[in-house]
């Protein structure tokens, strides 16, 4: 009967995506926002994420009618790099296909299959011009639902260490902001990322402030809102990241602002004691690291200092092993296992290191890594050049260079969630004009 159930609204959806495409986007972010409570029944067989199985829907649709209405369609900006990088890490991992186990093979492909379905949403959204302010809302709005859903975990579930969530596969963080992620440091660079967006549109646009009284009221609470939402995370990662970011839309708009918002930073980190104290937390953890003392432990939120750190040596010793071409997409947790670096392959930390530009290296291998720069820089690229012009523009390369910051400690650029919402706020960003997304 699920089976039925979900078949049917399937077909449902379907008709519905095929009147309104960007509907489909906003259905993508909505079960992006439901993490892991969005991932189907193990009563269904199909351990998969909603998404895994709704874009593809949605892919298919959006090909058909472009096919069927005969539109003109232009390739994306980013389209070149990103397939160069696809092609790379299929090729990769059909290089490294003799070591696989099949099931493992068979796990690693569809994971770059997923990779690839995300990847339309880009495209998809790039399409959509006629929708792009919706879609922003949307995007707004499920960053908003995180937020929401996270004060609601740390009120009734604040310890997954109580709930024995290690048992399957997950950290057991202590009074954390977790959400509906299950990870603190994925919803702290998701709402650092969001927050760079709606503070580069605000800065654009500060001149239109008495004009649009009420709609810069809702901009300035949903910022404050996903700003408390991301401190209750307590991720180091998250902070620096953010900082970061709001230091480059300040640094592009003026440099008073920029020495302005370097002021500010410091004072908050003088004046919040657990910001503060999250920072010193990392001195701490550095002395246990070589001996000095004792206090990464279970129990303190710091413990995984030393776990990341463990994984970025992990890390480094696959690419010596493999510099060329990686170990496969995906397939960093069966080489980890292989080299006797990791005790199991079913942690969810297992499956990439904590850097993603350090997955991505021992993944898909030194040309993988090229292209995936290319594909990065080249995004980066794209948005400072439409700041000029674009509040959009100018917020998304603050929270571009954020995820990019964050993901020197977390793979956040291969989360799948984190995927969703990338993808179509680089979509957003093709064919931009001075009008479009400015407020």
């Given at each position: ?38 991932r ?6 199909l ?8 874009i ?31 092609t ?30 995300y ?11 006629k ?49 509906t ?86 004072i ?34 710091d413990?995984?200092s ?53 997955t ?80």
């Amino acid at each position: 009967m699920e089976t039925l159930a979900i078949i049917l609204i399937g077909l449902a959806i379907a008709l519905i995506v095929h009147w309104k495409p960007f509907i489909g986007i906003m259905l993508a972010m909505l079960f992006a926002t439901l993490g892991e409570l969005g991932r189907l029944p193990e009563s269904t067989g199909l351990p998969y994420l909603i998404n895994d199985l709704f874009i593809p829907i949605l892919i298919l649709i959006w090909i058909i009618k472009k096919i069927s209405l005969n539109r003109k369609w232009t390739l994306p900006p980013l389209f070149a790099p990103i397939a160069a990088w696809i092609t790379i890490a299929a090729i990769s991992l059909l290089l490294n296909s003799s070591w696989l186990e099949t099931g493992e093979l068979k796990e690693s492909a569809l994971y770059l299959v997923r990779f690839i379905e995300y990847f339309f949403l880009y495209l998809i959204t790039a399409d959509e011009t006629k929708a792009k302010k919706p879609i922003l809302y949307g995007m707004l709005a499920s960053a908003i639902l995180i937020a929401i859903f996270g004060f609601i975990q740390l009120k009734l579930y604040p310890s997954f260490y109580e709930l024995n969530m290690q048992a399957e596969g997950w950290d057991p963080h202590i009074n954390r902001l977790l959400s509906t992620w299950f990870d603190p440091n994925f919803v702290g660079g998701f709402l650092g990322f969001t927050i760079c967006i709606i503070f580069g549109i605000g800065l654009k646009n500060y001149k239109k402030i008495p004009q649009k009284p009420i709609e810069t009221g809702i901009l300035a609470t949903i910022a404050g809102v996903l700003l408390y939402a991301l401190y209750l995370t307590y991720s180091r990662s998250a902070y620096l990241a953010l900082g970061f970011g709001l230091l480059i839309i300040t640094g592009i708009k003026s440099r008073k602002l920029l020495l302005a918002g370097a002021v500010l930073i410091a004072i908050l980190f003088i004046t919040m004691g657990k910001f503060q104290s999250r920072f010193l937390d990392l001195w701490e953890s550095f002395q246990s690291l070589i001996g000095l003392n004792d206090y990464a432990t279970l129990f303190n939120p710091d413990a995984t200092s030393r776990l990341r750190l463990d994984s970025w040596q992990n890390a480094i010793t696959i690419i010596k092993e493999n510099p060329f071409f990686g170990v496969g997409y995906n397939s960093f947790r069966y080489a980890q296992w292989k080299a006797g670096l990791i005790e199991s392959v079913d942690s969810h930390s297992a499956t990439g290191s904590d850097s993603t530009i350090l997955t991505i290296f021992a993944t898909t291998g030194l040309l993988g890594l090229m292209a995936y720069i290319w594909f990065y820089g080249k995004a980066l690229f794209d948005s400072f050049k439409a700041s000029k012009h674009s509040g959009y523009a100018l917020g998304l390369t603050g929270g571009l260079m954020t995820l990019l910051i964050h993901s020197t400690f977390v793979n956040s650029l291969l989360f799948p969630h984190i995927l969703v919402f990338l993808w179509i706020s680089l979509g957003l960003l093709v064919k931009i004009s001075p009008t479009t997304l400015n407020s």
